[in-house]
Structure formats: C-alpha cells, structure tokens
C-alpha cells in the first residue's frame, strides 16, 4: 500500500515547534519537512535527512531584504513542491508557508492549517489569508470557532 505524500511546513521558532509536535505520525506517511534555515533548526538535517529541505529566513521585520527572500522563497517554494508532489501540506504558518499553499492548491494538494496556538481572540496575517484557500481548517482554542466558523477545533497541539 503507498503511504500518502505530505508536506509539512512552517517557519522557525515556535511555529515550527508547534508543528513538531506532530513529529510522531510523521513515520504513517511518506513525508517531508520544510522550514527556514537557521542555525537554531540545522538538527533536522541530522534527524530527518533528505526529508527536511530549507527556505530561506527572513521575517516582515527585515524590511529591505524580505520582498526579495520572500520572492525567492516562492520559487523554491514551486522548485521543492515540484520535487516532493505533495498529496497534502500541512502547516501552523505562517509567511514562508504562504507561498507553499497557494502552490499547493493551485497544483491540486489539500491544504491543512493549523492556527498558532499563540493566538486566542485575533486571527494572523497567514490565517486570514488560507483560511478561504484550505481544505481544513483547525483552530486550538474554542474562541478563535467566532473569527473562523468554518474551523474544526481541535485542541491544542502541546
């Protein structure tokens, strides 16, 4: 039986962390983890081998470089999704997943977003912005059902 192909995808930090957290069934799927190449994350290299592929770090806050990573993201973005033909992409966020999903969805994947568990009464920038794009929807806290009504809650991932 062929396992189903999934992307898992986010930024560093504690976007990625909350992804990790669903680390234990990445072994039920033929998967692959993306995220921005930091010194803090390199570790995934070792544990997960050619599985793990990177984007290139830049946050909003790096006014004068971001346009221009977040330009060449996309394009690694396409070349990785290219690569990996992903079935499904799942991810907590948020702008380095952006481009993934779009990508995804315009290709045929499903999308699976997970809202940040840092959030309880304020929808993110990337959640807004899947949110009509995504095939699921899930939201951790009960509040966040009133900003997303087509969200399933479900829980937190910690």
Known sequence: MNKKKVMFISSTGGHLEELLQLSPMFSNYDFCLITEKTKSNLYLKEQYGDRVSYLAYGTKHHIFSYPFKLLWNCFKSLFYYLKYTPDYIITTGTHTAGPMCCIGKILGSRIIYIETFANMVT?????????PISDKFIV???SMKKLYPKSEVGGWIF
């Open 140 to 142: 951790q806290w009960d």
């Open 123 to 131: 929808k993110t920038v990337t959640g807004k912005f899947l949110y």
